[in-house]
C-alpha cells in the first residue's frame, strides 16, 4: 500500500468507527490475505452466489456476447472488481477470437497481478492489461472512443444501498459513451435459508475475512485490535432484501491507532457494521437504475432464478 492509499485508509477507518454507530468499509477488506480468503468463501457450497453466475457465464456466453452487439468491432471490455477472474475466464474463452482488450480495475494490486497471470495462461490470445485502484480513478486512466463494454458482476453493487448504488450508476454511466454497455451482476431475494448461511459458512472463512480487516489495521496503522476480542454476526432481513455483516465487541475495551495518534473505545456487545449484501427484486432493481441514462436491455438468469445478470446499454 502506498502513502496515498495508507492515508485515505486512515482517513476512513477513522471517519467509520468515530460515526454512530461504528461502521468499516468493505472496500478495505481485501489486502493479500484477504484476496485468499475471499477465494475460499467463493468456493464455499453456502456461497450460491459464485455457482450461479458461473453457470450464466459458462452456459450462456454466446448469449451474453450477442447481448454486448460489439460483432466485429474492436471493443474494450472492462471489468470492476475483477478478483481472481473465475468467471471472466469462461466469457473470455468465448471471446478469444473477437478484437478486444481486457482491462480488468481492482483494488488489490495483487488480485491484478495474480489475474493478468492467470489469463495470459489459461487464454493467451486474448489482450490483458490490468489498473489497480478506485473505480473511477482507474477508468479515467482507460478514457478512450473505443466501444467499452463494462462488467459489475458478482451482486459488488449489492455492497451499496439503493441510494449509494444509484448515484454509483449515474457516475458510471457519465463516463461510458452512447451505446457502451454495462452487465451488472444481481443477487435475487431469496429465503434466509439459503441466503444467510452465504455470509456465515461452516468453515468460518466469512467470518476470518470480516475479522482480517481488524489484523489489517493492526500490521498498516499501528493499531492494538485484539482480533479474538470481537465475533463475526451476521443478519438477514428477508423484506428489505438486506444481508448484514457485523463486528461485535466480546467486551468493554479501547483500542489504540497509533498512525492516527487516536483511540476508540468499545461497550461490551457494541457492533461495528462492516458490510451490506443487498439482493433485488423488480421495484428494487428500477429504484438502482432511475435517472441514469442506462437502458436496460436484456435479462439473464441462472437456472433456479436465483441470480441475474442484466446488459444495460447508456443512452
Known amino acids: 500500500m502506498d502513502n496515498i492509499q495508507k492515508a485515505l485508509f486512515a482517513k476512513e477507518v477513522k471517519q467509520g468507527l468515530r460515526a454512530n454507530p461504528k461502521t468499516l468499509s468493505s472496500k478495505w477488506f481485501y489486502d493479500e490475505i484477504g484476496d ?8 464455499m457450497p453456502e456461497y450460491y452466489l459464485t455457482d450461479a ?4 457465464f459458462s452456459t450462456k456466453s454466446a448469449e451474453l456476447i450477442e447481448a454486448f452487439g460489439v460483432k466485429d468491432q474492436y471493443f474494450e471490455l472492462i471489468e470492476l472488481g475483477a478478483g481472481d477472474g473465475t468467471k471472466t475466464i469462461e466469457l473470455l474463452k468465448a471471446l478469444r477470437f473477437h478484437d478486444f482488450a481486457y482491462r480488468p480495475i481492482d483494488i488489490s494490486i495483487n488480485a491484478i497481478e495474480n489475474l493478468e497471470a492467470r489469463v495470459k495462461r489459461e487464454v493467451p490470445e486474448v489482450k490483458v492489461k490490468g489498473a489497480q485502484g478506485e473505480y473511477f480513478t482507474a477508468l479515467s486512466s482507460l478514457k478512450s472512443n473505443h466501444p467499452k463494454v463494462i462488467l459489475f458482476m458478482g451482486s459488488n453493487l449489492g455492497n451499496m444501498l439503493d441510494d449509494q448504488a444509484n448515484s454509483f450508476l ?3 454511466a457519465e463516463v461510458m459513451n452512447a451505446g ?4 451488472l451482476g444481481l443477487d435475487l431475494i431469496k429465503a434466509e435459508e439459503l441466503v444467510l448461511p452465504a455470509y456465515n459458512d461452516a468453515q468460518g472463512y466469512t467470518a476470518a475475512f470480516n475479522l482480517n480487516l481488524l489484523t489489517r489495521m493492526n500490521n498498516e496503522l499501528g493499531a492494538n485490535f485484539e482480533v479474538d476480542s470481537f465475533d463475526h454476526k451476521p443478519k438477514y432481513d428477508y423484506d428489505k432484501g438486506l444481508a448484514l455483516s457485523f463486528l461485535e465487541s466480546k467486551k468493554k475495551q479501547t483500542v489504540q491507532i497509533e498512525y492516527l495518534n487516536e483511540s476508540f473505545d468499545f461497550e461490551a456487545g457494541e457492533k461495528i457494521f462492516m458490510e451490506v449484501s443487498r439482493k433485488y427484486d423488480d421495484s428494487s432493481i428500477k429504484a438502482i437504475s432511475d435517472n441514469t441514462d442506462l437502458k436496460l436491455t436484456n435479462r439473464i438468469y441462472d437456472s433456479k432464478h436465483w441470480f441475474t445478470d442484466l446488459i444495460f446499454e447508456k443512452q
Do not use: S
Open 180 to 183: 457502451d454497455k454495462l452487465l
Open 36 to 43: 485468499q480468503l475471499f477465494v475460499k468463501i467463493m468456493n
Open 53 to 56: 453466475e458461473f453457470e450464466i
Open 170 to 172: 449515474k457516475a458510471l
